[in-house]
Structures are given as structure tokens and as C-alpha cells.
């Protein structure tokens, strides 16, 4: 069972609640050591003074801020000193709706429990008036030597504490991100065609669908350089689509999305027998176009549907002729 990082009181109004509070999440990323190249030698990290290059005690160092002119010299106690809440005690100072917190504000989220059985009844007192009320618990709470905004909310059950950041913690998007649209704005056509492929691509959320496949690729990769095999490399990252291509990108996205057949070359076959049947043979020879010259005559966007279909590799870097040369070589023309 694992063990609380935090315990203390939750009060709101003339209510107090003692509770202990788990981490919620957990991280399956692999973690490697450092070797020097070409040896089994671990590379260690030392706390060195840089004047003398001697190693430094843990219990010799002390923090400091740079003034510019001189170091202000700050030990742990004077901050323990000073930190708010030292009491163990999240006050609530309100409750807010949970729609008006953007998401961009949520940080790491923390399970809360009641701290013994006797206070039950207050905990589910609580979560079930936030429940019905949609509502989140506005709190600060000092915890691992940090002030945190929180947020405390129900969630199937049970109380959770978000961790928040600051308002000024939240960068400017139109000051850090170059190139922002502005007043670009897509054609009717174009948002008519995007909204219909978000729709054949829509899908019931659940989280389980989902998994960390680097990290398993990072783990089958071990495990073929430990056995001396290769493993084959991913895919480059898809082209960019142009503005002049937009819209056959959408349209070949959308036929892809809804029918895992291709739905425009099952209907130009249906048109040809019929007219195959209906017309007699013609008595001169006629040519039909060449492979090469038939797919060159297709948009990219319905080059690139083919190719993915043929299992054509690295054709997100290929370009118009060279998915078409690709398919040619597929069918042995």
C-alpha cells in the first residue's frame, strides 16, 4: 500500500476534514545509466567545489541567491520558518464551476482519502455536494517546500487534489509561438471537409485504448541488441500538406477514414464494366495508358492513400513522381 506524502486538514467554512493525500500517477519511462564509450564504467555526478575540485558533504551546502554583487546565504530552517501553512491545514477559500478552469492551468494530480475511518462521513459528505454542484475547491497548499495552488474535485467516487499553476506562470501563446494564423481564415468548403473527417474519425474516449509504444519500442530494442539482432527503424514524419494541396488531402482523408477500401476506384470498376457491357468491342486497337503515366495523372493526396495501402515505406517523404514510380514498382510494371 503505498504511503501518503502529505497529511493534514482540508477546512472549509466551520468543516474540517483530516486527510492524507497519494500520488495518483506513475511514470514507465526506462531509465539508462551513463558509461564511458567503449567501457562498463558508470558515470557518477559529484557535488564538487569548483575552486579546490574536492567533493562537497551534502550537510556542507547551503543555498544562496546571486544578488549580482554578493551571495545571500539562506538555510533550510529560515525557509521552513516562513512558509505558509505550517499547520498542516488547506483552507478553502472557495469553490469555483470546474468549466471556468481552463485546462491549461492543471498540473499533477494527487488521490485524496479520508485520514481514518471515523471522518468518512464528512469525506463523503463533501465529494458528493461537489459532485451535484460541479464544483471545485479554490486552496493553497505547502508541500515538499513549495507553495501550490490547488484545486480539490471529485472524480468517480472519491476526492482528487490538483496541483495548479500560477496566473503568471501561464506564457502569452501570441508571444511565444511565431506564425500564429491571424486573420487567415480556410474556405467554407475546406471547414465543411475538415469537419467531416473529424466526424469519421470520431471515437468513444477510452484510456485503455491507448499505450506508451516508443517506450515498448525502446524495450524491444534492447532486447534485439542484447540478442545481436537489428530492429527496423520507424518511419520519417509525414510531409507537411501545402495550401494548393488542402483540399485533396481532406477529401482522400475523409474516403480513407470511412472505408478502408478505396471507394473511388471501386466505383470508376463499376462504371467501366457497365459500359464494357453495354458497348461492343471496337474493332480498332486501342492503347491504354502506361501504369506510370496513369498514377502521374492522380493528385499526391490519392498517391499517397494508394501507397499506404500497397505498405509502401518511407512514402511520407516521397514526392508526387516518386509515389508514383513507388506503385509502379509494387505491381511489377
Given at each position: 500500500?503505498?504511503r ?14 483530516p486527510?492524507a ?9 526506462i ?23 574536492k ?6 551546502i ?22 505558509p501553512?505550517r ?6 477559500v ?8 481552463a485546462?491549461?492551468?492543471f498540473?499533477k494530480?494527487?488521490?485524496v ?10 469525506y463523503?459528505?463533501?465529494?458528493k455536494?461537489?459532485t451535484?454542484?460541479n464544483?471545485?475547491?479554490i ?15 471529485p ?28 486573420r487567415t ?6 471547414i465543411?471537409m475538415?469537419s ?7 471515437l468513444d474516449?477510452s ?11 525502446v ?9 545481436g539482432?537489428?530492429?527496423?527503424k520507424?518511419?520519417p514524419a ?6 494548393v ?12 477514414a470511412?472505408?478502408?477500401?478505396d471507394t473511388r ?9 457497365a ?11 486501342t492503347?491504354s495508358p ?15 492513400e ?20 513507388a ?7
Amino acid at each position: 500500500m503505498a504511503r501518503p506524502v502529505w497529511t493534514g486538514v482540508i477546512s472549509f467554512g466551520l468543516v474540517s476534514l483530516p486527510v492524507a493525500i497519494y500520488t495518483a500517477t506513475d511514470s514507465h519511462t526506462i531509465h539508462f545509466h551513463q558509461l564511458q564509450r567503449g567501457t562498463a564504467d558508470r558515470i557518477r555526478n559529484r557535488r564538487v567545489n569548483e575552486r579546490t575540485g574536492k567533493e562537497v558533504a551534502l550537510d556542507d551546502i547551503v543555498k544562496a541567491y546571486d544578488t549580482g554583487s554578493e551571495y545571500v546565504i539562506v538555510e533550510p530552517q529560515e525557509l521552513d520558518d516562513i512558509a505558509p501553512g505550517r499547520s498542516r491545514s488547506v483552507d478553502i477559500v472557495g469553490f469555483v464551476d470546474l468549466d471556468t478552469v481552463a485546462p491549461i492551468y492543471f498540473d499533477k494530480t494527487y488521490y485524496v482519502g479520508p485520514g481514518a475511518k471515523e471522518y468518512a462521513k464528512v469525506y463523503a459528505l463533501l465529494e458528493k455536494a461537489l459532485t451535484e454542484s460541479n464544483r471545485a475547491g479554490i486552496a493553497t497548499l505547502v508541500m515538499r517546500g513549495r507553495e501550490y495552488l490547488v484545486a480539490l474535485k471529485p472524480e468517480d467516487g472519491l476526492l482528487t487534489i490538483h496541483t495548479l499553476h500560477w496566473a503568471d506562470e501561464i506564457r502569452d501563446p501570441r508571444q511565444e509561438v511565431p506564425d500564429l494564423p491571424g486573420r487567415t481564415e480556410p474556405t467554407a468548403a475546406e471547414i465543411k471537409m475538415a469537419s467531416q473527417l473529424i466526424d469519421a474519425l470520431s471515437l468513444d474516449w477510452s484510456p485503455e485504448d491507448f499505450h506508451d509504444t516508443y517506450q515498448e519500442k525502446v524495450a524491444a530494442l534492447i532486447e534485439a541488441k542484447q540478442a545481436g539482432k537489428s530492429v527496423e527503424k520507424a518511419e520519417p514524419a509525414a510531409e507537411p500538406t501545402g495550401a494548393v494541396d488542402l483540399m485533396e488531402a481532406l477529401r482522400a482523408s475523409v474516403e480513407r477514414a470511412r472505408s478502408p477500401k478505396d471507394t473511388r476506384e471501386k466505383a470508376s470498376t463499376t462504371k467501366a464494366s457497365a459500359a464494357r457491357a453495354k458497348k461492343p468491342s471496337p474493332k480498332k486497337r486501342t492503347t491504354s495508358p502506361k501504369p506510370a503515366e496513369s498514377l502521374r495523372s492522380l493528385t499526391k493526396a490519392e498517391l499517397y492513400e494508394k501507397a499506404t495501402k500497397a505498405g509502401i515505406k518511407g512514402r511520407s517523404t516521397m514526392t508526387h513522381d516518386q509515389l508514383a514510380d513507388a506503385l509502379v514498382r509494387t505491381r511489377g510494371d
